[in-house]
């Protein structure tokens, strides 16, 4: 998921993650990962998520690093 840089700040990434982990929980997922990219950490750790492992670069992208959070 991203949020276009005008958007960001406004809370839309918070609903937009809370709305898929409410999804996801109701289909008996337990635990959600995804590759966050390096500015984006912080947003991710607000929510709850823990990265693990190093970081990555994705060409043309720049680094990342895997977050999880058990649901």
Known sequence: MAIL???QGQGFGKVILSHGEK???KKSIKIIWCNAREVAVPFYQNNN???IGN???IKDIG???VMY???
């Open 55 to 57: 970081a990555f670069n």
């Open 5 to 7: 840089k005008t958007y």
């Open 69 to 71: 959070k058990i649901l």
């Open 63 to 65: 680094l990342h690093y």
């Open 23 to 25: 999804f996801l929980g």
């Open 49 to 51: 998520y823990m990265p």
